[in-house]
């Protein structure tokens, strides 16, 4: 079994940045990737970021030159600097796990972000 847990959203004003963290324990074995997706209210969730084996990276057009996401494998974290924050970023992130030769993924709870004025 693999736990996820997210944790860093909270209250930002439009311009602003926040720091998401993912924490992963459990029976992890090997990473094949880890992502951030996020679902506003009352629309899908869709994915914001990914980093990969070797460290390739992937961005949302929506979040591209805004947002970062980070690893670091010996803690096995993954982190979102979010920067440049939008009320359109509002909405719940959620920490995404796939481990090698596996197709089911591993979800966080979420961390709720709201961007407001």
């Known amino acids: 079994q693999v736990q996820v847990e997210e944790s860093g959203g909270g209250v930002v004003q439009p311009g602003g940045s926040l720091r998401l963290s993912c924490a992963c324990s459990g029976s992890i074995f090997s990473i094949a990737a880890m992502s951030w997706y996020r679902q506003a209210p009352e629309k899908p969730r869709e994915l914001v970021a990914t980093i990969i084996s070797g460290g390739k990276t992937n961005y949302a057009d929506a979040v591209k030159g805004r947002f970062t996401i980070t690893r670091n494998n010996a803690k096995n974290t993954v982190a979102l600097q979010m920067n440049s924050l939008k009320v359109e970023d509002t909405g719940v992130y959620y920490c995404?796990?796939?481990?090698?030769?596996?197709?089911?993924?591993?979800w966080g709870q979420g961390t709720q972000v709201i961007v407001s004025s």
């Open positions: 995404d796990i796939r481990r090698k030769g596996e197709e089911n993924d591993y």
